[in-house]
């Protein structure tokens, strides 16, 4: 089925429970606080940059696995039940970290699992919007899903700002408060989809080393994860490289708050008037031409020792790739097997954790080897991942087998 319709089409054919669940989104996403201020907080606290970095470390790692470990319990316990769990979980875990801050094995081991169960809830998130979605808008949900996940990530700094002059103990308390109001939502709203393990026979229909050795075996879904391994890599080098491009040129720090508004504000209202251009188009042109335009906004940077002008188109190329590639790349898993479709889900988010681990780590390594040719590279290897994300979406591949039984909404 092609997908048509302009934005406030789409908004309309949304389902009401679809609405719940990208509302429940941007609540947790505006307390979201761990991952962006932990390493603050705790030298505020008097911490060594060491302990400090090793609990960052541990949130993201923590991450990663909570994201496999959401996808195989989607699988097995449904969506709705799979986001109250990581919530209700991740609440007390948050709250609890100003508590532990002096017993640092405590601290390190409260704020992995905060990190497992917090991120748990995201391929349980995206296999229920691909479920109740109408299928010719799959793609412009899973955009209204970004534009609720990057409205709360614009946002929430502005929260914390103001919560940091009261005590900034209460960023883990509010943290706390919103997975809890979004755990007890999920449970309230959302419609309970039955997981393909419950249906019928109850038994299941793939076992994970099924799923994970037909996923192996799938050169374009690999390709697919390669692409996205280093485009998130490559993007990530706007919030690590950039700066450090800033500084190195001697512009005013507030060049790069005006970036960071900017592609906020550009993100936020364009993402889905463009996806509405974008649907229209083959899934493998729409992310060649991301991949092509976020490349320039690479190679824009490299030319910002001349004029901060650079800085602000490369950065409006930058999120304009994003914005024309990201909803068919994020949606694409979506298009497997319910069978299957959560297991591959929690694999791509993984990747993208993984990638945003080791991105800021590349990027000041590489940063400060290459100098000038730094932003070139970055061009080269996000043109690479749009090569492979090409190969990985293009619709020639040898479908999945849909089991013969398969969830369906109760």
């Known amino acids: 089925m092609s997908q048509n319709g302009g934005v406030f089409a789409t908004l309309r054919a949304t389902p009401t429970p679809v609405r719940y669940l990208l509302g429940g989104v941007l609540i947790n996403q505006l307390g979201a606080f761990v991952q962006t201020f932990i390493l603050l907080y705790l030298t505020f606290r008097g911490d060594s940059v060491g302990i400090a970095g090793l609990c960052l470390a541990a949130y993201s790692v923590g991450s990663i696995f909570g994201t496999l470990a959401g996808g195989e319990l989607t699988h097995r316990i449904g969506p709705r039940t799979t986001i109250t769990m990581a919530m209700l979980a991740s609440a007390p875990l948050v709250a609890s970290i100003p508590f532990v801050t002096k017993m640092p094995v405590v601290l390190f081991l409260v704020v992995g699992l905060a990190g497992l169960v917090t991120q748990a809830y995201r391929p349980a998130a995206a296999v229920l919007l691909s479920d109740l979605m109408p299928e010719e808008h799959q793609v412009m949900g899973f955009s209204m899903m970004r534009i609720a996940l990057n409205t709360g990530a614009a946002l929430a700094p502005l929260i914390a700002a103001g919560l940091i002059l009261v005590d900034w103990d209460l960023l883990f308390f509010l943290d706390g408060a919103t997975a809890l109001l979004y755990g007890l939502l999920a449970y309230a709203l959302l419609p309970r989809v039955v997981a393909p393990e419950e249906h019928e026979e109850k038994k299941p229909t793939v076992d994970s080393r099924t799923a994970y050795s037909t996923m192996a075996r799938d050169p374009k879904y690999l390709a697919y994860l390669a692409a996205v391994f280093l485009g998130t890599i490559a993007y990530a080098q706007s919030t690590t490289a950039l700066p450090l491009e800033i500084v190195a040129d001697k512009y005013p720090t507030s060049l790069y708050s005006a970036v960071l508004t900017i592609s906020s504000l550009v993100l936020i209202t364009c993402e889905l008037k463009i996806t509405t251009y974008i649907v229209k188009i083959p899934a493998h042109v729409a992310v060649l031409a991301g991949h092509v335009v976020n490349s320039l906004g690479f190679a824009l940077y490299a030319l910002a020792v001349h004029s901060g002008t650079f800085v602000i188109l490369g950065a409006v190329f930058a999120v304009s790739g994003l914005m024309i590639a990201g909803p068919t790349m994020f949606a694409h898993p ?43 590279v970055i061009a080269l290897v996000n043109g690479i991942a749009g090569l492979l994300a090409v190969y990985g979406v293009r619709a020639e591949r040898e479908p999945v087998a849909e089991p013969e039984t398969v969830g369906g909404v109760a």
Do not use: C, D, E, H
Not at 342 to 367: E, K, N
């Open 334 to 376: 979506a298009k497997f097997p319910a069978a299957y479709k959560s297991r591959y889900m929690g694999t791509m988010q993984a990747v993208i954790g993984l990638a945003s681990a080791i991105g800021p780590l590349f990027g000041v390594f590489t940063f400060t080897s290459l100098g000038g040719a730094f932003w070139i």
